[in-house]
């Protein structure tokens, strides 16, 4: 996943119990769902239109260790609205865990 503010920090950050960094899973804009990995397979479908049902399974890891794994269920009905809250009611992202 890319960073949040990706243009004023560095790719590889030094992170920990002290520091705050915030990384971007996906965006609806304008229509589209887009995930936002960091690095892109050639097969991989980043923007999705219309109604998408997705599973993400995300694992943070590090040079010591690495989290439990973080299965997430992605819904999109497809709409698209201007305004945080009436996204809530197009866009719904549960766990598994």
């Keep these: ?3 949040r503010y990706h243009q004023i920090y560095e790719r590889y950050r030094t ?5 705050q960094a ?6 609806v804009e ?3 769902l887009k995930l936002k990995p960091m690095l892109v397979p050639d097969n991989f479908p980043e923007r999705h239109a219309g109604e998408t049902h997705l599973w993400i399974t995300a694992i943070a890891r590090g040079l010591e260790g690495e989290s439990a ?4 269920r992605i819904d999109w009905d ?3 609205e201007r305004g945080d809250a009436e996204m ?3 866009l ?6």
């Excluded at 794994?69 to 997430?72: C, D, E, M, T, V």
């Excluded at 719904?92 to 865990?97: A, D, G, L, M, R």
């Design 69 to 72: 794994p973080l299965r997430l």
């Design 15 to 19: 992170i920990g119990h002290r520091t």
């Design 92 to 97: 719904v992202i549960t766990s598994e865990n």
């Design 88 to 90: 809530t009611h197009h």
């Design 78 to 80: 497809g709409r698209w």
């Design 22 to 27: 915030d990384a971007e899973l996906l965006s």
């Design 1 to 3: 996943m890319s960073w």
């Design 30 to 32: 304008e229509g589209l």
